[in-house]
T-cell receptor, first 113, second 110 residues
């Protein structure tokens, strides 16, 4: 099975940088996703890591260390619209054509002026 | 492209009633999923499908049934609704990687 841990809530200031951590335990790692979910809306895809290292996409970056079972999402130059929940999701290697994806409970980020 | 759509957006049921939630995607994705999202619980997989005509149980399948008669549609049925099924239901689809989610259905069972 999988176990995914993220902080429940975080607060950061507009214009600042925030790092949201995710740790996981899985028997057969095959990729980690980050999603953003605004209140009352659907999750939307942010980033994907399958190899160790940093993936950068504009103001958002995601880092993965497979040996440590650890990832983080880095948000730079925070804007008020970044207030949302950020979901970490881990994909397993499985046989039979389906690779299970398990979602963490999410980190609710509040950006304050 | 509409992406992933869900109907209805909101529904109130009485205990014991039945209903079907419809999910449609126009991206030709093989994989489709039904999740429920409850406060503090995150997204939990109810059922999923790896292709037309196939379905499989996820993490919390009890009380739900699904069908995938056409590739673009994935139906979630509640035969006898219970208050514990009050939740927000999301459908999603994917090709190989990231999932694309529908806007959700907010269901209340009284």
């Amino acid at each position: 099975g999988q176990n995914i841990d993220q902080p429940t809530e975080m607060t950061a200031t507009e214009g600042a940088i925030v790092q949201i951590n995710c740790t996981y335990q899985t028997s057969g790692f095959n990729g980690l996703f980050w999603y953003q979910q605004h209140a009352g809306e659907a999750p939307t895809f942010l980033s994907y890591n399958v190899l160790d290292g940093l993936e950068e996409k504009g103001r958002f970056s995601s880092f993965l260390s497979r040996s440590k079972g650890y990832s983080y999402l880095l948000l730079k130059e925070l804007q008020m619209k970044d207030s949302a929940s950020y979901l970490c999701a881990v994909r397993d290697k499985r046989s039979g054509g389906y690779q299970k994806v398990t979602f963490g409970t999410g980190t609710k980020l509040q950006v304050i002026p | 492209n509409a992406g992933v759509t869900q109907t209805p957006k909101f529904r109130v049921l009485k205990t014991g009633q039945s209903m079907t939630l419809l999910c449609a995607q126009d991206m030709n994705h093989e994989y489709m999923y039904w999740y429920r999202q409850d406060p503090g619980m995150g997204l939990r997989l109810i059922h999923y499908s790896v292709g037309e005509g196939t379905t499989a149980k996820g993490e919390v399948p009890d009380g739900y049934n699904v069908s995938r008669l056409k590739k673009q549609n994935f139906l979630l049925g509640l035969e006898s609704a219970a208050p514990s099924q009050t939740s927000v239901y999301f459908c999603a689809s994917s090709y190989r990687g990231e999932q694309y989610f529908g806007p959700g259905t907010r269901l209340t069972v009284t």
